[in-house]
């Protein structure tokens, strides 16, 4: 079974600040894809990637997925308030099983 | 267009007792998945159906829940008995395939088990 681990769990920063959120497999992703959900809402897409080495740009959001694609990363640059939310992480390309990560929860406060 | 309809929002009961949850997702949908959130934590597969096929279901305690899709459209989650350890945020999701195409959910239903 593929886990998909997410650093750090909790990041609580002042907005304007930069940050930078990770997730590792210990095995190949197929594809992967990013979501943010908000409390009391389901998750909504942010970004698929699906080539190693890939970086895709998304506003503020710059998303990365590592060369040998067992790895992850979302950055955010100068976060603001709305950005606050759980940003989980999912592998579900292909025919591998559908696995989200253990979730990074941010609070951006003004 | 309409997203995905999951109902009730909300579920008081007490362990033991049964409950059933209900999710419509968006046409045209082949694929279906329920989830388990626990609080602050990532959503955990239950059950993935293509069309009204299982396509996964190795983490559903098959001893108390159960799902189906019939016609391959809407589905159904039941536990029974529910235990404490089931109060969590359960979430309905589809997407127009398998793989890697968006999925989008439902707003959830929270269970509480007293």
């Known amino acids: 079974t593929q886990l998909l681990e997410q650093s750090p769990q909790f990041l609580s920063i002042q907005e304007g600040e930069n940050l930078t959120v990770y997730c590792n497999s210990s095995?190949?992703?197929?594809?992967l894809q990013w979501y943010r959900q908000e409390p009391g809402e389901g998750p909504v897409l942010l970004v698929t990637?699906?080539?190693?080495?890939e970086v895709k740009k998304l506003k503020r959001l710059t998303f990365q997925f590592g060369d040998a694609r067992k790895d992850s990363s979302l950055h955010i640059t100068a976060a603001q308030p709305g950005d606050t939310g759980l940003y989980l992480c999912?592998?579900?390309?292909?025919?591998?099983?559908?696995?989200f990560g253990t979730g990074t929860k941010l609070q951006v406060i003004p | 267009e309409a997203g995905v309809a999951q109902s009730p929002r909300y579920k008081i009961i007490e362990k033991r007792q049964s409950v059933a949850f209900w999710c419509n997702p968006i046409s045209g949908h082949a694929t279906l998945y329920w989830y388990q959130q626990i609080l602050g934590q990532g959503p955990k597969l239950l059950i993935q159906f293509q069309n009204n096929g299982v396509v996964d279901d190795s983490q559903l305690p098959k001893d108390r829940f159960s799902a189906e899709r019939l016609k391959g459209v809407d589905s159904t989650l039941k536990i029974q008995p529910a235990k404490l350890e089931d109060s969590a945020v359960y979430l309905c999701?589809?997407?127009?395939?398998?793989?890697?195409?968006?999925?989008?959910f439902g707003p959830g239903t929270r269970l509480t088990v007293t």
């Open positions: 999701a589809s997407s127009l395939d398998r793989g890697q195409h968006e999925q989008y």
């Open positions: 990637v699906v080539t190693g080495g």
């Open positions: 999912l592998s579900s390309g292909g025919y591998q099983k559908v696995t």
């Open positions: 095995s190949v992703f197929s594809s």
